[in-house]
């Protein structure tokens, strides 16, 4: 009896300074490496032992690749996956049967997953794969089709935690997601840091990390490549009782996406508020930094601090049209079948839109195809936004056409066509730019026009602006329409 007590238990230093008394190893709980095998008995198996000791870590053994369906976590377990060692996410779809968004089945499902629980880490020096691309269709230019699913999108979400405190991700490679990577419902005290997230980058929904009516979470050190959102903070209707989502900090980190780096929204039935973006480099990507409210919740009190910003053009199957920074606030569509079905109030056939405000951007250096770009559908929907040291150097630098806004998904015209400004201004109140740099490439399109287009702020004060028009002989630097 002593002997199968120990088996798998052993105690043993662990990296970073920690030290775990009870070590489960998955093997001697009949993990079996190779590509045909589904560990999931034996990986769930051993995290159940790991959590009826009191808890401890769940190993992964170094040198092998495991492959896995569905498992769920348990409180004060830490999953470490050591380096050299893979846990592959299987590629038969049968096996994910549980929805991500609860009665909502179009979205996805979960592979790793876990409710209510305290004390959770995933750590190790190894690679999470989710096997993203084996979920996909035909892969295109900068995307892959969508499989036709009936009710339930097989593809799954590589980690979902519900209701989770104390939680710490870190010295970890996670990588090829079939959907959202990292989604932390409700989830209070959570800690990323020192991770490595690389998504293809035609994976559509492929998000980094999403905070989802999250607290007190903060995220350091990272390097995120996705095919949609980095990094996204939002409120979705599916999980409305868990509240606000506020208290966010992010440093140090280095993203690319196909659609936008960090942003807010499109998601948001509550609150968003006291978020810190700070020392950031975003490179190859769509949208810098945007704020896409669609629904009844507010946005405010978000800083954003330190970053550079390159975008160019991608298409259309993404969201954005290479705006470096951008907010915008409007209401949902209501003619697209997930927004109907899923998105909307309960028994309304229309939304509403909350307001955004006290936005400060602070020391952004932008290169981009586009400009900085804000919109309302009315006038005081947007309010307090400041801009302090700013610079954005506007250069066309692929073939694919510009001259238009995305104001996707929203009840009004989505693509709408413009002139392309630094600063382009469509309805809010009280914009303050400060110190801030206009500089035009050598490639200029007869679409490239103002440093500063206006329509319709109520009090836009400008102080120290440096640049002019893309053609001073034709546009005004600054110009109210």
Sequence with gaps: MAALLIIGFLPIPAAYGNTVEHVFDITQYGA?????INNAVAIQKTIDACAAAGGGRVLVPAGNTFVAGPFKLKSHVELYVEAGAKLLASPDEKLYTESAFRENKGEGTIWIGGNNLEEVTICGGGIIDGNGTSFMGKELDDSYELKPFNVLDPRPHLLTLIGCKNVQIHHITIRNSAYWTIHLVGCNDVVISDMTLLNSVKVRNSDGIDLDHSKNVR????????????ICLKNRREYEEFG?????????????????????????????SHVV?????????NRGLGIQNRDEGTVSDVVFSNIIIDAHLFSD?????????????????????????????????????????NIYFSNIKCQSENGAYISGESADKISNIYFDNVDIRINKTTNLPGGVYDRRPSNVEGMVKGSTSAFYFDQATNIFIRNCSVNWGANLPAYYAHAV?????????????EGGAAFPQKFEAVKAY
């Design 244 to 272: 606000a989502c506020e208290n966010i900090v992010v440093n140090n980190c280095t993203m690319t996406s196909s659609s936008c780096a960090i942003k807010i929204g499109s998601e948001n039935m509550d609150r968003i």
């Design 453 to 465: 287009e206006n329509h319709g702020v109520v009090n836009l004060k400008i102080t120290a602006l």
């Design 277 to 285: 973006i700070n020392n950031c480099i975003i490179r190859n990507s």
């Design 219 to 230: 995220i350091s050190n990272c390097y995120i490549e996705s095919g949609d959102d980095c």
């Design 317 to 357: 199957v993404w969201w954005g049209k290479a705006e470096p920074i951008y907010i915008t606030a409007y209401r949902r569509a209501n003619t697209n079948n997930k927004d109907a079905g899923w998105r909307l109030p309960k028994g309304r056939t229309e939304g509403r839109v909350g307001g955004v405000k």
């Design 32 to 36: 079996k490496a190779g590509d045909k």
